[in-house]
């Protein structure tokens, strides 16, 4: 069937350093996404979100690329802090899906000193 | 955005009994998720809570294990039936608003089931 998916379940960075998070998706009928924030014991946070007439976008600190060509959402942190510590998920909105989400697997982002 | 009070916000149970999870938003708000996180996993859709009429449950997902309640636009309740050790999980509610695809998630419900 058809999923969102990441491409790497850990990622490691240097505080300072622009850490980037990917995520690959299959159904060309998505028109929306969302990249979210989990820290520990909380729910997920909005970060930054795109749609589907956009390739980029800009929030503070983070950028969010949309390769519909190759189905490809990247998440974008400049100088990347300790807080930025978390797991960060992906999720797309499906044409027709009653606006449901559906998520991908996450990535655990781990900001080294 | 929507502020959303979701309680308990943990509990510890024994299997076989059932846990009701609270969601309390502070507007009111058309459509409303309920999802299921285990342990180191992802987000799973359990169902769309409707005001008004019955929810909408996604494949695996039934009634009578997960029955839900929508009284008004601004509440919702999940109950958890007879819980066995695989229903521990953490429970989120979401909700949406208006059409400029606000989805906001809530503190979610921390459940051990022993």
């Known amino acids: 069937g058809e999923s969102v998916g990441l491409h790497l379940p850990t990622l490691s960075v240097q505080e300072g350093d622009n850490s980037i998070i990917n995520c690959a998706y299959s159904?060309?009928?998505?028109?929306?996404f969302i990249w979210y924030k989990q820290e520990s014991g909380k729910g997920p946070q909005f970060i930054i979100d795109?749609?589907?007439?956009?390739d980029k976008r800009q929030g503070q600190r983070v950028t969010v690329l949309l390769n519909k060509t190759v189905k490809h959402l990247s998440l974008q942190i400049a100088a990347t802090q300790p807080g930025d510590s978390a797991v960060y998920f992906c999720a797309e909105n499906i044409v027709g899906s009653a606006r449901q989400l559906t998520f991908g697997s996450g990535t655990q982002l781990t900001v080294l000193p | 955005s929507a502020v959303i009070s979701q309680k308990p916000s943990r509990d510890i149970c024994q299997r076989g009994t059932s846990l009701t999870i609270q969601c309390q938003v502070d507007?009111?708000?058309?459509?409303m998720f309920w999802y299921r996180q285990q342990p180191g996993q992802s987000l799973t859709l359990i169902a769309t809570?409707?005001?008004?009429?019955?929810?909408?449950?996604e494949s695996g997902f039934v009634i009578d294990k997960f029955p839900i309640s929508r009284p008004n636009l601004t509440f919702s309740t999940l109950t958890v039936s007879n819980m066995s050790p695989e229903d521990s999980s953490i429970y989120l509610c979401?909700?949406?608003?208006?059409?400029?695809?606000?989805?906001?998630f809530g503190s979610g419900t921390r459940l051990t089931v022993v």
């Open positions: 507007s009111q708000v058309t459509m």
């Open positions: 159904n060309s009928a998505s028109d929306y």
């Open positions: 795109i749609r589907s007439n956009m």
């Open positions: 979401s909700v949406v608003q208006g059409s400029n695809y606000g989805y906001t």
């Open positions: 809570a409707n005001q008004g009429s019955e929810a909408t449950y």
